[in-house]
């Protein structure tokens, strides 16, 4: 077949999984969170009216902060915050039903004499109505004592996660998980608060070092197992992370590349998984304080992988690349070999190189470990001719030019040596026993490298693989490359998609006064690498920086990818 023919062919099917992908997502009914945010109010009235509600008055009664503790429609919240005078309260709401009503009764007191909200006494068939993100002043007073208690709303999830003495390490601990899940019915739950079982660790290489905003792994366990079960609508599975994007100045960009991923690539084993993972956002409590906002997410897995289990009729791999390392002693980029094997002290690892799945012992690591090695040494040191000749029996051309794409579409300066997941599948079909590139950690993005200081709009980012791609051209790849940003280019990685993105996330998070609590529990942040980097929390700042940047970023990418097609050199001419 003719290469044009050829090209035109592959860009049309391109241009089909595109649009099947954006009509799929499209036709998913919207999660509560992701109706616009602008519209949403909550609707509060008495469970019963008070005979002769009276009006609040500041007399001589003495305050009592804890005269009362709301429930709303029989479910209890979380004590936000307990100042010496007033507590907060923070209810989680659903709103599949449309705007949600919340019947109102109080715990505590007897014989309440006056009950308003916002100065609007409140009775059983009059409502008053509060946005959801504002707070809600709820005035109590009986005969002996008045109080003031502050109501918030919000349409994300809240969990507490609570550890004994509430002390967390690098180790697994055993702890509690207690979800309140507005849309607990959605999900197959028959309340609104569930308890887990599980143990739970700190996790993170960088963000690890960060003392104000933990990022945790946990584990769901049943009868001292690990316990496989679905979290708020997600997949099932006994392994979850809680991310906290501390060094994102916008808390999105992750999830929202993670989403991009999603719809420009499917793995080809499993049309229906593309490698990246999902997640919900959240608000945490460590035992009884608040901690912020963070994201229930899944993990980079085997399962999500689409990968059989180990020992069955199919071999399959899966690597990921951790530290850049040094030249010396760094496989992850195709920088050098080394001087030791794979698994040669370490069964798992291969200096920056990790074997994820399957997990092996010293004596068949050999196995799962040859074949990477091969495929490094092809692109280290491999001649002209035997890269062209044997490239593609390691990777899948179509899945790196749009690997490559994404990630300097998006500005990722920290996927080309670490963060990369490589999986194969090895079965009779020769489409999935080559390696499938899929990015991992994504918060260094769009503008901002690790340390949060700002990145260059005109910098490439690409390792020795890459390099050799584009110079050497093998079955015409720099036409793969060239056709593969004409068709994303106005799709899912333009400007006003990616963008759209980040707006529905953050619909959700502002809608739910989210955004305040977070910027009032970590309004800084201050980077490990540098004193220099800091910021201050703001994400409507961030979020005008980040469309900026992808527009200057995009518009300067359409030439120096013409370039690159046509002079196979990565070196501004």
Known sequence: MQLSVRIAIRRLILLLCTAVAAALFAC????????????????????ESLPDNQPYVLDGRPYQRDIAEPVLNGERGLLYLRTTQVNHWLFPVSY?????????????????????????????DQPVAVPLGD?????????????????????????????????YKDTDSPCTLTILDPDFRTHGLSEQSTTYEGVVSRRGGSSARYSEKHPYNFSLMKDGKKWDHSLLGLRTDSDWLLDSAF?????????????????????????????????VYVELFIGKKYAGLYVLGEKQDRQQLGLPKAGGKWFSSFFRTTEKGNNNQSPAGFVSLGKKKPGQEDPSLWYNVELRYPGVSQDDCAAHWNDFYDFTRLVVAGSKKDFAEKITDYVDLDNLARYWLFVNATDLTDNMRKNMTFVRLDNADPRFNRYQLIPWDMDASLGRYYSSKRSRVRE?????????????????????LLSDWQALRDGPLSADSIMAHFQRYYDLIKGSGADQREMAKHPTFKSYVNDAFHFTLDFEDELRYIRRFLENRLKWLDGRITEICRTGSFKQP
Not at 34 to 44: D, G
Not at 465 to 478: A, M, Y
Request: net charge negative; glycine share 4%; proline share 6%.
């Open 28 to 47: 998913v009914p919207a999660r509560a969170e992701e109706t616009a945010a602008a519209e949403r109010q909550v609707l509060i009235c008495l469970q």
């Open 460 to 480: 490439l980012v690409y390792n020795s693989l890459f390099e050799r791609l584009v110079r050497e051209n093998p079955q015409d790849f720099r036409a793969l």
């Open 247 to 279: 060094s994102d100045r916008s808390r999105m960009r992750n999830r929202v590349l993670m989403d991009v991923w999603d719809e420009i690539y499917r793995l080809p084993w499993d049309q229906t998984l593309s490698g990246a993972t999902k997640g």
């Open 135 to 167: 707070v809600a002043e709820l005035r109590i007073a009986d005969a002996n004592a008045r109080c003031l208690i502050r109501l918030m709303f919000t349409a994300l999830p809240i969990i507490r996660l609570d550890t004994p003495g509430n002390t």
């Open 96 to 124: 599949e039903a449309g705007t949600p009503v919340l019947y109102l009764t109080l715990e505590g007191i007897q014989t309440p004499t006056s009950i308003s909200i916002n100065e609007i006494p409140l009775s059983a």
